[in-house]
């Protein structure tokens, strides 16, 4: 069964620095969200992609956020300056469409982000 | 705003005990409801969903039914395996400025002891 893979697993990192946790979804698929999990707290929201741009994002996604597709098969999220609230797993998802009836998210393993 | 709470965990049984899992939703119109469970070490899975009221969604003989009423969607399963041990996440389908993004709950761990 295709899936959603994010590399890499893990990711640590000094404050202030810059992160990019990359993810290939499933290739039919059209819609692509990052969500992120404080540990021992609820799997939140963060941004929607289609067509080449933002659909939507949380209050979360400020401007030291990005993220972008630069081919046919990547999926990037970005974080210009990290900061130690930062640290968190970030999950990957893609759907075949936009409708939550017809097509649940695919989610990747995650890359655990730790900002020292 | 639209949530999801969830039974804090985590859950202990023993082999072949009945399972329930709480949730309850709060949301304007009609929401999608989901149980998706994370197996140690990897991604969500999407373990099953109902669409509609009185919908009762099932796979892997876990079963929840869409509860309009009591705003519930709980998760239940009659003889659960060592093999179930997981966090179980409830969520909602919360269609923003169009694309839907899923609103989710805390997850429950669940250990199930031989």
């Known amino acids: 069964e295709p899936e959603v893979t994010q590399t890499p697993s893990h990711q640590v990192t000094q404050m202030g620095q810059e992160v990019i946790l990359r993810c290939v979804p499933i290739s039919n698929h059209l819609y692509f969200y990052w969500y992120r999990q404080i540990l021992g707290q609820k799997v939140e929201f963060l941004v929607s992609?289609?067509?080449?741009?933002?659909?939507?994002k949380s209050e979360i996604f400020d401007d030291q956020f990005s993220v972008e597709r630069p081919d046919g098969s990547n999926f990037t999220l970005k974080i210009r300056s990290t900061k130690l609230e930062d640290s968190a797993m970030y999950f990957c998802a893609s759907s075949e469409s936009a409708s939550s009836y017809n097509s649940p998210l695919h989610f990747g393993n995650g890359t655990r982000l730790t900002v020292t | 705003g639209n949530s999801v709470t969830q039974m804090e965990g985590p859950v202990t049984l023993s082999e072949e005990a009945f399972l329930t899992i709480n949730c309850t939703y709060t949301a304007t119109g009609y929401p999608s409801l989901f149980w998706y469970v994370q197996y140690p070490g990897e991604g969500l899975q999407l373990l099953l969903k109902?669409?509609?009221?009185?919908d009762k969604g099932s796979n892997k003989g876990f079963e929840a039914t869409y509860r309009k009423e009591t705003t519930s969607f709980h998760l239940e399963k009659g003889s659960v395996q060592v093999s179930d041990s997981a966090v179980y996440f409830c969520?909602?389908?919360?269609?923003?400025?169009?694309?839907?993004?899923?609103?989710f709950g805390t997850g429950t761990r669940l250990k199930v002891l031989a």
């Open positions: 109902a669409t509609k009221a009185d």
């Open positions: 992609f289609y067509n080449n741009e933002i659909s939507e």
């Open positions: 969520a909602l389908s919360d269609r923003g400025s169009g694309t839907y993004k899923y609103i």
